[in-house]
């Protein structure tokens, strides 16, 4: 038994950190090389700017990335820091805009720049936004589609971070868009909720396929310089949004 766990430890996957480091803590230590992470929220709640801290920190370790965005045009997307990694030549951005695409298509021009790059990397920007994007013909599968098209990226090695908007209204990942939550390695779940007559921002990672990872809800806000992750969050009724108790702490 000491043996099988010795070689369980051994073959444990390498993590990649996220670009924010009590999210890499609460990840468990970042997030497994060659997993999908699924992030998930309200508009608004700060998707786009942990994606591209994930590529942004994964420029900075060598480690080129790809982004597929199908929310805004690349040139709305990318930020100051993005840009430059982009003419760098340590982000590539797969253009979207053309209508009626195909999940095949998309996965050839995502397969081909992967491998001009030796990208280690995808954001996936946003799921809706994909299906959004995809002709009629291509949308009704989308699902499987999808998961297959996760199972080819991950079996090149690379790491994704897909995210997806999920209305308050559903606080059973279960009724999330595309059931997409069952197809995710990991998910961090971003809300609102609402605390002594005001709104707050709050994060938790929701699973880590195979994996010890943090069950604390955390508060956090956004400005210029990104996401900040604050204090713990404890109270009943917590992923509903109508906590009956709010007590802070480190």
């Known amino acids: 038994e000491a043996d099988a766990k010795a070689g369980a430890k051994a073959a444990a996957p390498r993590r990649l950190p996220v670009g924010n480091p009590i999210l890499d803590e609460m990840l468990g230590g970042g997030i497994p090389a060659g997993y999908s992470l699924l992030v ?3 508009s608004g709640s700060g998707k786009t700017i942990l994606a591209t801290q994930f590529l942004a920190e994964g420029a900075r370790r060598g480690e080129p ?16 820091t993005l840009k430059a990694l982009a003419s760098q030549g340590a982000i590539g951005v797969i253009d979207t805009r053309a209508l009626d695409l195909s999940i095949d298509e998309t996965l050839h021009d995502m397969i081909g720049m992967i491998e001009r790059m030796g990208a280690k990397r995808v954001v996936i920007d946003s799921l809706s936004g994909f299906e959004l994007a995809l002709a009629p013909e291509f949308s009704e599968d989308f699902r499987g589609a999808l998961y297959r098209m996760i199972s080819v990226l991950t079996a ?20 999330s868009p595309f059931g997409s939550a069952f197809m995710a390695d990991a998910i961090v779940m971003q809300r609102y909720i609402e605390i002594a007559g005001g709104f707050e921002r709050v994060m938790s990672v929701v699973k880590v396929r195979a994996s010890a990872h943090s069950r604390a809800l955390r508060l ?9 992750i604050g204090a713990t969050l404890q109270y009943e009724g917590k992923l509903s949004g109508h906590p009956s108790l709010a007590a802070f702490g480190q």
């Open 156 to 175: 090149m090695g690379v790491t994704i971070l897909m995210t997806s908007e999920l209305e308050d209204r559903y606080t059973d990942l279960r009724f």
């Open 40 to 42: 998930v929220g309200p």
């Open 220 to 228: 956090y806000d956004i400005d210029e310089d990104g996401i900040h």
């Open 65 to 80: 990335g790809l982004l597929a965005a199908f929310e805004k045009s690349p040139s709305q997307l990318l930020d100051g």
